[in-house]
């Protein structure tokens, strides 16, 4: 599948005053090309050529979407080249393919996985936060900063992130894998799980292993963070070794589990994901010292 231009996330100027305004981009931003990331619903757009990014006017409208079918947009930000914006349509313009979300973040490149996180984030949050939940009013998006307002009582209301520890634990040359009945026939992970009120990271990753598995864990190292928009996770990763225990998986969340070694994995997820991360990070560290 084409996925259309490059964009480098770590390019992206996230300037709040942008978010929620197309108004509010500078001359400068003016005169550069403009691409959009389109959603009916929950599911991706995908142009006539099968990529990702609709060219766009600098109001953030691709040629084939009208603005009165437009139900939200957000200003993503701006780096040296363009402005990259997110929207979601009520109408489905003649050409345009859809895309289940999960299944485009399994195709898309690395470098366009943040882009397309943060538009299905906030959009996701704006189709589901329409009415305050202290008096029922209606919610209305302020264009200088990225939140919503009360239009009665005043309360504000901004995009949440949900803390999620994932965890690699090693045990020598194995790793602990798992997998839920929501995933792929035959692939495996790693155990994850979100964090609770009160908890620590530290304390949310122990216990969501010895829940799962049964298993203590000792050791625990922060290794890298990742966006996930399943709604809007923020997943922490970690390793984390093997300290005691016997393996009982929770079959409640869990239908198979084991430990692998690291020359004998099964079906693995793709390799933009934290997961996958982690684990060719450990099998790489494993082969430098062997």
């Given amino acids: 599948m084409s996925w259309g231009i490059t964009l480098l996330p770590e390019l992206i100027s996230r300037n709040a005053s942008e978010s929620l305004d197309r108004r509010q981009l500078t001359d400068k931003d003016a005169v550069k090309p403009a691409y959009a990331i389109v959603f009916s619903g ?4 995908l142009n006539e050529q099968g990529a990702m990014y609709w060219s766009c006017s600098t109001q953030g409208v691709p040629g084939a979407f009208s603005q009165e079918t437009i139900v939200q947009h957000y200003v993503l930000g701006s780096d040296s080249r363009a402005v990259f914006h997110a929207i979601e349509v009520a109408d489905v313009a003649s050409g345009a393919q859809r895309e289940d ?6 195709q898309v490149a690395e470098s366009d996985a943040e882009p397309l996180a943060m538009a299905a984030s906030l959009l996701n949050w704006g189709r589901k936060t329409q009415y305050c939940a202290a008096c029922a009013g209606t919610l ?40 839920s009945p929501r995933h ?42 990742q966006p996930w928009p399943f709604a809007h996770n923020l997943m ?29 994995l099964p079906e693995l997820p793709p390799m933009f994901t934290l ?13 430098s010292v062997s």
């Fill in 42 to 45: 929950r599911e991706l757009l």
């Fill in 101 to 106: 979300l999960r299944s485009a973040m399994g």
């Fill in 140 to 179: 209305v998006a302020i264009s200088e900063e990225r939140y919503k307002a009360c239009g009665q009582c005043q309360a504000h209301y901004y995009p949440p992130v949900s803390p999620c520890v994932i965890v690699l634990v090693s045990k020598g040359d194995e790793v602990l894998l798992a997998r």
């Fill in 184 to 225: 792929k026939p035959g692939m495996f992970t790693l155990l994850a799980g979100f964090v609770e009120p009160g908890e620590t990271v530290e304390q949310a990753l122990a216990r969501e292993v010895y829940e799962e598995s049964g298993v203590r864990v000792r050791n625990l190292q922060y290794i890298a963070s």
């Fill in 236 to 264: 922490l990763g970690y390793h984390a070794e093997f300290e005691s225990g016997e393996l009982v998986l929770d079959k409640d969340e869990l239908e198979a589990g084991g430990w692998f070694r690291i020359d004998q």
């Fill in 275 to 287: 997961s996958r991360q982690l684990i060719e990070q450990y099998i790489a560290r494993k082969k």
